[in-house]
Nanobody, 121 residues
Framework: QVQLVESGGGLVQAGGSLRLSCAASGRTFSSYHMEWFRQAPGKEREFVSASWKGGSTSYSDSAKGRFTISRDNAKNTVDLQMNSLKPEDTAVYYC???????????????WGKGTLVTVSS
């Protein structure tokens, strides 16, 4: 079992920055791909970014160039630095862990409870 706890959400003005953090329990953190998803009101949960266990990263088109994912296997954490935030980035952001290479919501093995990010215009 892996337990994930997100933190760092809040209210920010458009153009501002936030850093989300996800802390994971367990001794096998490095064996998981770690990902961030988000779910805006009335919309489906969508992929934002992934830190693959091999060291590479991936981003959605909307996150590319503005968000940066980083992981620390020694601390069992994965962070998402979000810059140049837009009102359309408003959503609950979820941390997820998965053993297989996937960005599909249904494929994730473990989820955090989420942290709310609100970007005002």
């Amino acid at each position: 079992q892996v337990q994930l706890v997100e933190s760092g959400g809040g209210l920010v003005q458009a153009g501002g920055s936030l850093r989300l953090s996800c802390a994971a329990s367990g001794r096998t953190f490095s064996s998981y791909h770690m990902e961030w998803f988000r779910q805006a009101p009335g919309k489906e949960r969508e992929f934002v970014s992934a830190s693959w266990k091999g060291g590479s990263t991936s981003y959605s088109d909307s996150a590319k160039g503005r968000f940066t994912i980083s992981r620390d296997n020694a601390k069992n954490t994965v962070d998402l630095q979000m810059n140049s935030l837009k009102p359309e980035d408003t959503a609950v952001y979820y941390c997820a862990a998965v053993r297989v290479f996937s960005t599909v919501v249904g494929a994730m093995d473990f989820w955090g409870k989420g942290t709310l990010v609100t970007v005002s215009s």
